[in-house]
């Protein structure tokens, strides 16, 4: 999300002189020990914090064939200014442990925008999402679908890689080779961001929206469509938005600074819906918008909704199993 540009920027160079730079971490064999808890989150992200073109341990081993137990590869989509490395450090080697087929990409470096003219800290997700569907999102897929000869794969998204991924599975084929869709902070009505969306909706009553979309893509040209009100949320949402051959788990938390209201990504109810509040399960879960996805509580969610038939009691104090 834009606010994650905020910051984002003047830390790369605070990073860059204190010796952090891009670069993979190095080869760690399975099982892989996921770093759970605030000091381990820290030691872990740090080195990582600005290699946006790296991947997490146990992913993209293109030789892994799916189980009987796991058949479908699963792919994780980051969210805007992260990459795989920074978004799915814990997620990743959780599921490589729990015998999942896993793999990730980093999408949309946009060249047109300041944020993707910065060389090796060029930031993810700021390309047109309709672009990264059709010529990056969808060319992967079918290369895991290639690779591992399954039909369908499962999607993990977080924030921006919650919605990009809807205007494949909408408009380009998607949903014939989706199965699930796991979903953390997602924001399918859009964001009102604190009221920034009905300014927005006011100045391009005015006529000003060529002027606006000029402005906002000298930094991004995804930002404007996390809007609620925006061409690409009416777009997603105008037919099925949901199909039913799709089983969708959402995730969200109260503490959501970005996704506004964060009742955004409460999907309405049907038979292939599962919603979840962390807080209703664990109100002291005071997770938010970014480090839901280091979140453990989150980590339990997600490995009962990819193997419903196996889900385990949500233990609010404790670690995603096969944690390493």
């Known amino acids: 999300m834009r606010s994650l540009n905020?910051?984002?920027?003047?830390?790369?160079?605070v990073l860059a002189v204190l010796g952090y730079g891009p670069g993979r971490a190095a080869a760690e064999p399975p099982p892989f020990h996921v770093p759970w808890g605030p000091v381990e989150n820290l030691a872990a992200i740090l080195p990582n914090v600005v290699d946006f073109r790296g991947t997490p341990p146990g992913t993209n081993d293109w030789s892994c064939k799916p189980t009987a137990a796991h058949p479908e590869p699963v792919v994780?989509?980051?969210?805007?200014?992260?990459?795989?490395?920074?978004n799915y450090r814990y997620i990743a080697p959780l599921l490589a442990n729990n015998?999942?087929?896993?793999?990730?990409?980093?999408?949309?470096?946009?060249?047109?925008?300041?944020?993707?003219?910065?060389?090796?800290?060029?930031?993810?997700?700021?390309?047109?999402?309709?672009?990264?569907?059709?010529g990056?999102?969808?060319?992967?897929?079918?290369?895991?679908?290639a690779a591992t000869g399954a039909a369908k794969v499962d999607l993990i998204g977080h924030s921006q890689g919650t919605i990009m991924p809807r205007w494949y599975i909408?408009?380009?084929?998607g949903a014939e080779k989706v199965a699930k869709s796991v979903n953390l902070a997602p924001l399918w009505d859009g964001?009102?961001?604190?009221?920034?969306?009905?300014?927005?909706?006011?100045?391009?009553?005015?006529?000003?929206?060529?002027?606006?979309?000029?402005?906002?893509?000298?930094?991004?040209?995804?930002?404007?469509?996390?809007?609620?009100?925006?061409?690409?949320m009416n777009a997603v949402n105008a037919n099925d938005p949901f199909p039913a051959s799709i089983e969708y788990t959402d995730i969200v938390t109260r503490y959501d600074e970005a996704?506004?209201?964060?009742?955004?990504?409460?999907?309405?109810?049907?038979?292939?819906?599962?919603?979840?509040?962390?807080?209703?399960?664990?109100?002291?879960?005071?997770s938010e918008h970014l480090f839901l996805?280091?979140?453990?509580?989150?980590?339990?969610?997600?490995?009962?909704?990819?193997?419903?038939?196996?889900?385990?009691p949500i233990d609010c104090t404790g670690i995603p199993r096969n944690s390493g």
Request: with cysteine.
């Open 6 to 13: 905020l910051w984002l920027t003047p830390l790369l160079a």
């Open 76 to 86: 994780l989509v980051s969210g805007t200014s992260a990459g795989p490395s920074q």
């Open 99 to 134: 015998g999942y087929c896993v793999f990730t990409l980093t999408y949309g470096i946009d060249p047109n925008t300041v944020t993707g003219m910065l060389g090796g800290l060029a930031l993810p997700g700021n390309a047109d999402m309709r672009a990264v569907a059709a």
């Open 136 to 145: 990056e999102f969808a060319p992967f897929i079918d290369r895991v679908l």
């Open 170 to 173: 909408q408009f380009l084929g």
């Open 191 to 232: 964001t009102t961001l604190y009221g920034l969306s009905a300014l927005l909706d006011a100045m391009k009553a005015a006529g000003l929206a060529p002027l606006l979309s000029t402005v906002a893509g000298v930094f991004s040209h995804s930002v404007l469509d996390f809007f609620r009100g925006s061409d690409f």
């Open 259 to 286: 996704v506004v209201p964060y009742t955004s990504g409460i999907a309405p109810p049907g038979p292939n819906i599962t919603n979840i509040v962390l807080q209703d399960a664990c109100p002291n879960d005071f």
């Open 293 to 312: 996805a280091a979140d453990p509580i989150a980590g339990q969610y997600i490995l009962n909704a990819l193997d419903p038939e196996n889900a385990q």
